[in-house]
């Protein structure tokens, strides 16, 4: 073989071994059942039947499959980032990039939380209902966000009060949620406007859980300018947690063992349950929580002020909501959630 | 199974290229075929029995018309020919003109190569094929099977029985593959987002630079698009030995649309002129039945390409620009600087390309008019943001749609660069559409 011809032996033979060497890696690799930096299942080898086949959904979710348990996914996403950020792209996969490492992503509501809160003023009376809107990021954050968009979110006092303090640490550069500091603010403000004193941030602890906290917007793009710090203040309150009627074994309001994994956020009330029960030691009534992810690192500032408080996700609590509260002897009902926030062009 | 997804790349290529490698000689025909069977059936199983009744009816046709000829019997020779045109275009319509059935993928390429092997065999260009598999590989032949090149049976008869594989191509066709790979996956679906955006602009960001940076994004990302599946086509061929015609050659270089379609979609333009122009007496019976003719060619590619009243429209509108040309246009042109052809062929293409992009005839018009102001807006702050998260793209796409990046396409090491970052986008693929499923 002349030397040209030996070169270009051996470039045809690496590519047609790296080809082999995808299909290997991917039969050695375990299938993952879940992708905590997603947030969500991924897909998994799909059965084969016949009929399947002949209707053509076998190819698609085997290509699913092969795309979600692709080995070394996370790497190949972050090598694509980069070269999206290379090419000047300020959104990539509907996350926008920032100044200072910040991100941000449009909002959509987890529930119909205008209809629910309708509901509770019907059941409760007007008085015992309030809520929350959590404002989305980039309102706050206005001058992190990158040239030519806006956000925009329900103007109240929550709102004003996370403004007045928007040089502080109160969102997450790679998380959609606020800090919780920034949770403290909203608390804040509200507890204000329902004429409680709310507790003062000078008097709690605070502890750094974790200072290379990654949060769902880092999941989707797998590219950061800088981690987070998860910082923890300490209402100070004991406390016991029942989850979901005590079908799990997680009890109290803070679930150290996740502080090491991808999900951290789920330090508070372990992430999403359905229905969590507190009680404290304090007098006070009864608050039923209606709430998105938002209200997690919320919630602990919450136990200051009531004995019982009912924690509910609509998403995942599968009887009607009014109804069990009701059989609750509930005094009073917040909602806190983000709503749904599209971008805005200047 | 398209060619831009991980499930071919990481899959049926490899397990395809060690059994072809493995198989002597004489059996790769019947590997080919095979494999491009499991090919079409992995996204269309049900349709499979239609390939193999072209491919079964248009052999037969193969072996009566040689039959005919030895007998000198040239009305059944007629007949024969009629017959196969006719079959292979109902077909061809009832799939994709009734819409009472999902469109067969493909069908408007291999029916479209079936009937040139009849052709072909009447008029005594091609030899017939008698072995079944050999002429089932040629039909079904998976690189060129879903989009393209149309390849004319004359121009691989020899190769599909006598064909070698050597280093030179298998090397040269890897590297035109991950070429192509990379014109899909990093330039035309990415270009394709931007005109996805620009679509879906609200009425009240819409703007004249807006609708013009979308007519650019979907033409770029057509050709990027359909010449990168050409790209693939080729090189998977080359590799195993087939050597087809070139399909694209930089169409938008073009000074005018007589130019532009010599360039662009090279194998159907060829087709349409061999086998319909020509025969119809071309440009040697005068004027005026040349005119009729170039009408009725570009009538035809406009349908080829879909049904709906804006392919019709879109052909047309070439048709009379051609038509233009022919009489005066390329006259004026000669006269003027090289750049006033290349602004007349570049703007007389966007807006054939905005009317075949949009879904009606009358959202083209309308995208067309945006172009031209029919908003009232140059600018607006949604363009600003488009402009600014797509311009180097942009710009990258038109200038290797022009030919910019020849050069660099030589390199092996940039076609690994291109085939890594290739896969790292289909990894994290979310818009990866094939164009081709009404055609």
């Known amino acids: 073989m002349k030397r040209e011809n030996q070169k270009k032996a051996i470039f045809c033979g690496v590519f047609f071994v790296v080809l082999c060497g995808f299909w290997l890696a991917d039969v050695l690799c375990k299938d993952r059942i879940y992708s905590d930096w997603e947030k969500r299942m991924l897909a998994q080898r799909p059965e084969f039947t016949v009929s399947s086949l002949m209707e053509g959904t076998y190819g698609t979710s085997y290509e699913e499959w092969l795309t979600d348990q692709f080995p070394g996914r996370d790497r190949w996403v972050s090598v694509k980032t980069r070269c999206e950020i290379l090419l000047g792209k300020k959104e990539i996969q509907g996350i926008y990039l920032g100044k200072e490492g910040y991100l941000f992503a449009e909002s959509t509501q987890t529930a119909d939380w205008d209809k629910l809160e309708q509901q509770m003023q019907e059941r409760f009376g007007k008085e015992a209902v309030s809520r929350i809107h959590a404002p989305h990021a980039g309102t706050v954050l206005q001058e992190y966000l990158p040239q030519g968009i806006r956000f925009f979110s329900a103007e109240d006092d929550v709102l004003k009060n996370l403004e007045a303090h928007k040089n502080e640490y109160i969102y997450f550069k790679t998380d959609h949620h606020w800090t919780m500091l920034g949770a403290y603010y909203a608390y804040e403000a509200w507890a204000r406007q329902r004429g409680m004193k709310p507790l003062e941030l000078e008097l709690m602890d605070r502890v750094v859980l974790r200072e290379d906290f990654l949060g769902t917007h880092y999941g989707k793009i797998h590219y950061t300018a800088g981690e987070d710090q998860m910082e923890f203040y300490d209402p100070g309150i004991s406390c016991s947690a029942v989850y979901d009627l005590g079908t799990s074994t997680v009890s109290g309001l803070y679930q150290p063992q996740h502080l090491d994994g991808e999900d951290a956020y789920r330090y508070f009330l372990d992430g999403n349950h359905g229905l969590v029960q507190i009680t404290t030691e304090q007098t006070g009534g009864h608050l039923a929580v209606l709430k998105d992810s938002f209200a997690n690192n919320l919630v602990p500032f919450l136990t200051a002020h009531y004995g019982k408080i009912t924690v509910i996700d609509p998403r995942y609590f599968r009887m009607d909501i009014g109804e069990w509260l009701s059989e609750q002897d509930v005094t009073e009902v917040l909602i806190v959630a983000q709503d749904t926030t599209k971008v805005t062009y200047e | ?439």
């Not at chain 2, 292979?88 to 067969?104: A, D, M």
């Not at chain 2, 052709?119 to 998976?142: L, N, T």
């Not at chain 2, 908003?375 to 796409?397: C, K």
Request: overall charge positive.
């Open chain 2, 1 to 439: 199974m398209v060619f831009s997804s991980l499930i071919f790349i990481c899959r049926f290529l490899p397990a395809f290229t060690l059994i072809y490698l493995l198989t002597p000689n004489r059996y790769r025909n019947l590997v080919l075929f095979v494999g491009s069977l499991i090919f079409y059936a992995w996204g269309e199983p049900v349709y499979i029995g239609l390939m193999l009744f072209s491919t079964v009816l248009d052999y037969g046709n193969g072996r009566i018309l040689e039959y005919a000829r030895d007998k000198g019997n040239r009305g059944l020779a007629r007949a024969v020919l009629i017959e196969s045109v006719l079959v292979n275009l109902s077909l061809l319509g009832v799939f994709k003109y009734t819409g009472f059935l999902p469109l067969p993928i493909g069908i408007s390429f291999y029916t479209f190569q079936t009937m040139s092997y009849t052709i072909d065999v009447y008029r005594g260009e091609a030899p017939v094929q008698k072995d079944i598999i050999a002429f089932g590989a040629y039909v079904s032949m998976f690189p060129q099977l879903i989009a393209g090149p149309i390849v004319k049976y004359k121009d691989v008869a020899v190769e599909l029985n006598h064909r070698e594989l050597s280093w030179d191509d298998a090397y040269a066709g890897i590297g035109r593959f991950c070429i192509g790979l990379g014109k899909k996956v990093l330039l035309a679906n990415q270009i394709g987002l931007l005109w996805e955006q620009a679509q879906a602009m609200p009425a009240g960001q819409m703007s004249v630079i807006a609708a013009w940076m979308g007519s650019i994004a979907y033409a770029l990302q057509l050709y990027f698009d359909f010449s990168g599946y050409s790209d693939m086509a080729i090189g998977m061929a080359q590799v195993m030995g087939f050597h087809l015609r070139e399909n694209f050659d930089y169409p938008y270089r073009s000074r005018s649309i007589t130019e532009f379609w010599r360039r662009w979609h090279i194998s159907l333009g060829q087709w349409f002129r061999e086998y319909v122009y020509i025969p119809l007496g071309g440009n040697r019976r005068g004027l005026a039945i040349q005119i009729r003719n170039i009408l009725i060619v570009w009538a035809l590619t406009g349908i080829w390409h879909g049904k709906g009243s804006q392919f019709l429209l879109w052909g047309l509108y070439f048709g009379v620009l051609l038509i233009l040309e022919k009489c005066i246009l390329l006259k004026w042109l000669e006269k003027l600087p090289g750049i006033a052809g290349h602004i007349y062929a570049t703007v007389t293409v966007l807006i054939g390309m905005t009317i075949f992009a949009r879904n009606s005839l009358q959202e083209g018009l309308y995208w067309i008019g945006m172009m031209f102001g029919l908003t009232g807006r140059v600018f607006s702050g949604m363009t600003g943001w488009l402009l600014s998260n797509y311009g180097i793209l942009l710009l990258a796409g038109i200038l290797g749609a022009v030919g910019c990046g020849r050069r660099l396409a030589k390199y092996p090491m940039v076609w690994a660069a291109v085939f890594f970052l290739s896969m790292a986008y289909l990894v994290d693929a979310s818009y990866n559409p094939f164009l081709y499923f009404r055609f």
